[in-house]
């Protein structure tokens, strides 16, 4: 049962929120030298809470849609399969992704009541945000954009719980946190282009085609690495963040998956390992660089 409620809550994505708290904490300890460890602590439980209660409800409204069914599934995309194949019931599903989000909401309210009204905006953000994701936003074609401003505010945010202060270097690290997550929904968006399409949903690839689309993936990885040179010349990250460019052969190979295979499921798989890879080593390695 524990297994089934790992796969459901996509535990290997998770790291995408742990990266975004890394990196926020990476920025307080540069800019203070130190971390307050029980914050650090729950910010770290407070965001994969939320991180969790979007997956648990982004699967169960599919499958309220049918599109879960009618996906091919992969280690990346088309759902977790939990609600298709009858391990886990929509009821339990859809209660524990609310459960999720009342408990980052409630660690979220613990720091509104220390921090005060900037992390009371974030927080209703993110929870009005998480609970209209499957339903409204990403039926819109914002997906992208709702998941890179999600990053730049955990990146944000955890900054401002650990200093009470907005630094300019913590919003624009969160942006590049938050255009690599949007990379990895982007790719991982074109294998459920037709079931997507064929139930209504609009996502990125859909309103701009898949020609398009894959024409337009190298820009999310071009700007990303640009945003971390420029940071070096604007003091907001640092020379050792050029270390970041170490993922740089993994995203050569997701560019060039994409080009050759937008249009095949099984053909997707190594753009998106690669890009999920990219993505992390890339947040790991530029939360590590601010540390130096």
Do not use: C
């Amino acid at each position: 049962m524990l297994s089934s409620w790992l796969r459901a809550i996509r535990i290997r994505f998770l790291l995408a929120s742990v990266i975004a708290v890394s990196n926020g904490l990476a920025i307080a300890y540069w800019k203070f030298g130190t971390i307050d460890p029980l914050y650090a602590g729950l910010t770290y439980a407070g965001v994969v809470f939320l991180h969790a209660s979007v997956d648990l409800l982004n699967d169960y409204w599919d499958h309220k849609r049918g599109i879960d069914s009618a996906t091919t599934r992969t280690k990346f995309s088309g759902g977790t399969g939990v609600l298709p194949e009858n391990v886990l019931t929509p009821k339990a599903v859809y209660a524990a992704g609310i459960m999720f989000l009342i408990l980052g909401g409630a660690v979220g309210a613990y720091f509104v009541a220390m921090r005060g009204v900037t992390i009371a905006v974030i927080l209703g953000f993110a929870v009005v945000a998480i609970y209209f994701y499957s339903t409204s936003i990403v039926n819109s074609g914002l997906g992208e954009l709702f998941v890179a401003i999600k990053g730049a505010m955990i990146v944000l945010g955890t900054f401002f719980v650990q200093t009470a202060l907005i630094d300019p270097a913590a919003i624009f690290v969160g942006v590049i946190v938050g255009l690599l997550s949007a990379t990895v929904l982007f790719v991982n968006s074109f294998p459920d282009h037709d079931a997507d399409k064929s139930k209504g949903r609009r996502t990125l690839v859909i309103l701009m085609g898949r020609g398009r689309a894959a024409t337009a993936f190298p820009l999310f990885i071009i700007a990303a690495y640009a945003l971390i040179v420029a940071g070096i010349f604007l003091g907001y990250t640092k020379i050792y963040s050029l270390a970041s460019l170490v993922s740089l052969p993994l995203a050569v190979k997701a560019i060039a998956v994409v080009r050759k295979k937008r249009d095949e499921v099984a053909g997707m798989v190594p753009a998106m390992s690669s890009t999920v890879t990219y993505s992390r080593v890339t947040g790991f390695v530029l939360a590590a660089s601010l540390l130096f």
